[in-house]
């Protein structure tokens, strides 16, 4: 232990009385600190990501909101788009439970009618549609996928604006069909398919992907178009409900249409 110490003072003696030891003591000491606050910083901004993915979640539920009400000003000019009124906001949510490998799929996300989902809302994602709402509770809601037989979602073809209906043949989750496209429509391979915007459910051009292969229904004679989703169907995360102002005016005049007056 004497000698410890004493080596531990002849060496404090000798680095104060020699500039290089010096320096290369310090070099040496902000090196190994460095390092430790580096791998101290790579911990921390681990366990922040669950943080930052929420903010840009919202920056990007923003965004999208400011989007879809931009493209509303392409249409005539109405008074609420005058005024400057938000015709479409968006909920940000995130996926708990997602099915791909059934005839019909569905998602389970963890918002629901306190956050103001309710049944019929389309659901997205940054690069594209995801599904439509089917049932809510006070806090959840499970989702049609676009990987659902029964899912039906009205489609283009983006430069041509051709029309045709989306659905899912449960034989592949990368792909789904467009069918009832018409033989005079001018379309190629990689051409991109967008919705349509016929419905208030989705508004139009959100993206859903690019023509595969293209087949001759030989009943119809129409085309039906393989589509290679934008979407990695197995694999999501944060999703987007769209809620149309526009919507509920809609299925309200639809009901007072359809309800026999007494």
Same mark, same amino acid.
């Given at each position: 232990?004497?000698?410890?110490?004493?080596?531990?003072?002849?060496?404090?003696?000798?680095?104060?009385?020699?500039?290089?030891?010096?320096?290369?003591?310090?070099?040496?000491?902000?090196?190994?600190?460095?390092?430790?606050?580096?791998?101290?910083?790579?911990?921390?901004?681990?366990?922040?990501?669950?943080?930052?993915?929420?903010?840009?979640?919202?920056?990007?539920?923003?965004?999208?909101?400011?989007?879809?009400?931009?493209?509303?000003?392409?249409?005539?000019?109405?008074?609420?788009?005058?005024?400057?009124? #938000? %015709?479409?906001? *968006?909920?940000?949510?995130?996926?708990?439970? =997602?099915? +791909?490998?059934?005839? &019909?799929?569905?998602?389970?996300?963890?918002?629901?009618?306190?956050?103001?989902?309710?049944?019929?809302?389309?659901?997205?994602?940054?690069?594209?549609?995801?599904?439509?709402?089917?049932?809510?509770?006070?806090?959840?809601?499970?989702?049609?996928?676009?990987?659902? #037989? %029964?899912?039906? *979602?009205?489609?283009?073809?983006?430069?041509? =604006?051709? +029309?045709?209906?989306? &659905?899912?043949?449960?034989?592949?989750?990368?792909?789904?069909?467009?069918?009832?496209?018409?033989?005079?429509?001018?379309?190629?391979?990689?051409?991109?398919?967008?919705?349509?915007?016929?419905?208030?459910?989705?508004?139009?051009?959100?993206?859903?992907?690019?023509?595969? %292969?293209?087949? *001759?229904?030989?009943?119809?004679?129409?085309?039906?178009?393989?589509?290679?989703?934008?979407?990695?169907?197995?694999?999501?995360?944060?999703?987007?409900?769209?809620?149309?102002?526009?919507?509920?005016?809609?299925?309200?005049?639809?009901?007072?249409?359809?309800?026999?007056?007494?």
């Amino acid at each position: 232990m004497l000698f410890l110490l004493l080596l531990g003072i002849s060496l404090s003696f000798t680095i104060q009385a020699h500039s290089y030891h010096k320096s290369k003591i310090i070099s040496s000491a902000n090196f190994f600190t460095g390092g430790v606050y580096e791998r101290l910083n790579a911990i921390n901004e681990y366990f922040s990501l669950r943080a930052q993915n929420d903010e840009l979640a919202l920056e990007n539920a923003r965004l999208k909101s400011l989007l879809f009400n931009t493209q509303d000003t392409i249409k005539p000019p109405q008074i609420d788009t005058i005024k400057g009124v #938000k %015709k479409i906001n *968006i909920i940000v949510s995130k996926v708990i439970k =997602n099915s +791909f490998n059934m005839p &019909q799929n569905y998602l389970t996300i963890n918002s629901g009618e306190k956050q103001g989902v309710a049944t019929d809302m389309g659901v997205v994602n940054n690069l594209g549609i995801i599904g439509i709402v089917e049932k809510t509770s006070a806090n959840y809601a499970t989702i049609q996928s676009i990987l659902n #037989k %029964k899912s039906k *979602i009205s489609a283009k073809i983006k430069k041509s =604006n051709h +029309f045709g209906t989306l &659905q899912w043949d449960a034989k592949n989750a990368g792909y789904v069909q467009l069918i009832d496209v018409p033989r005079l429509a001018a379309i190629h391979k990689g051409d991109t398919i967008v919705t349509s915007g016929e419905s208030e459910i989705f508004p139009a051009n959100i993206g859903v992907g690019t023509i595969d %292969k293209i087949y *001759i229904d030989n009943q119809t004679q129409y085309y039906t178009l393989s589509i290679r989703l934008f979407n990695d169907m197995t694999n999501l995360g944060h999703v987007y409900i769209i809620k149309s102002k526009e919507r509920e005016e809609v299925l309200q005049l639809e009901t007072e249409t359809e309800t026999p007056k007494k």
